[in-house]
């Protein structure tokens, strides 16, 4: 059971900006470059025949299709991964047969906090921007919202491209020369209007799902691994190429408080908590 006034006391010191935080930084955007190939490349590599694939119809499911679309996105790498647990319990959870998790999983369908695709007020013609210092204000809402619940929560999730945002939180919805910063948005939760929103046609994508990992032993492929904090991610829908880089540059705001160099991974299916190690992560 959590105690509450310990979890505010972890929790109330997460938003407070350290002064120096380049080291963390460094550590964070540190490359290796084999990793990217071999670890994430399923979640780069994209079939070109999607490219005129219209954005409208992105929603639409079509589980064969997925399965197809999907199946070189998930193959393990055990490059920076803990080593697996073997003897013992850990022995009767491996193969075939899941286990139970100790923790309930929860399908949320909760609207995103920050709809990217909400109508402007100032002319319905065009969507209402967020700042990047809104968005990622918002990411560590989603997170402390995950981390404070007593189970897993699994929610949907919006990557996209080339998303317009506002230079300064002054400026005006309707796009011009000098108040717009294309980069890359991250959304948690269930947004509304993606299908009718006509300024993100053919921007590349990446639609699915994202858990939050609290820190403990997982049973995932076959295995029981330790896991640091870290998110998960399974992809239902995809469009055109993301760079693995830039997804983890999303995840910059909670850099202190994830697996270091790898805030996220991709799996095909989530994986099972046997075992939590600590009650604040």
């Not at 209402?128 to 989603?142: A, G, H, P, S, V």
Request: aromatic fraction near 10%.
């Amino acid at each position: 059971m959590i105690d509450e006034h310990d979890d505010d006391d972890e929790l109330s010191s997460f938003l407070s900006e350290e002064g120096d935080d380049e080291d963390d930084l460094a550590a964070f955007l540190e490359e290796d470059e084999d990793d990217d190939e071999d670890d994430l490349a399923a979640f780069l590599e994209e079939d070109e025949d999607d490219d005129e694939e219209d954005l409208s119809s992105f929603l639409d499911e079509d589980e064969e299709e997925e399965e197809d679309m999907l199946s070189s996105f998930f193959e393990e790498d055990p490059k920076g991964k803990s080593k697996s647990k073997e003897g013992g319990l850990f022995d009767a959870l491996s193969g075939s047969s899941k286990p139970e998790p100790v923790l309930k999983y929860k399908h949320e369908k909760r609207k995103a906090r920050i709809d990217i695709t909400k109508n402007s007020k100032e002319d319905h013609r065009y969507i209402k921007r967020y700042t990047k210092k809104e968005i990622e204000d918002q990411l560590k809402k989603d997170y402390k919202y995950s981390l404070g619940k007593p189970y897993m929560i699994i929610q949907p999730l919006t990557i996209l491209a080339d998303y317009p945002f506002k230079k300064k939180s002054g400026d005006s919805d309707i796009p011009n020369d000098y108040n717009v910063d294309l980069d890359y948005v991250i959304c948690i939760g269930k947004i509304l209007k993606w299908k009718g929103t006509e300024q993100f046609k053919g921007k590349p994508y990446k639609l699915g799902e994202i858990m939050y990992m609290k820190r403990g032993d997982y049973w995932v492929n076959g295995k029981v691994e330790t896991m640091d904090p870290h998110f998960a991610i399974v992809l239902k829908k995809s469009y055109k190429r993301i760079k693995s880089k830039r997804v983890r540059d999303l995840f910059k705001p909670l850099k202190q408080r994830l697996r270091s160099g790898k805030p996220f991974e991709v799996y095909k299916e989530f994986p099972i908590i046997v075992k939590r190690s600590g009650s604040y992560s």
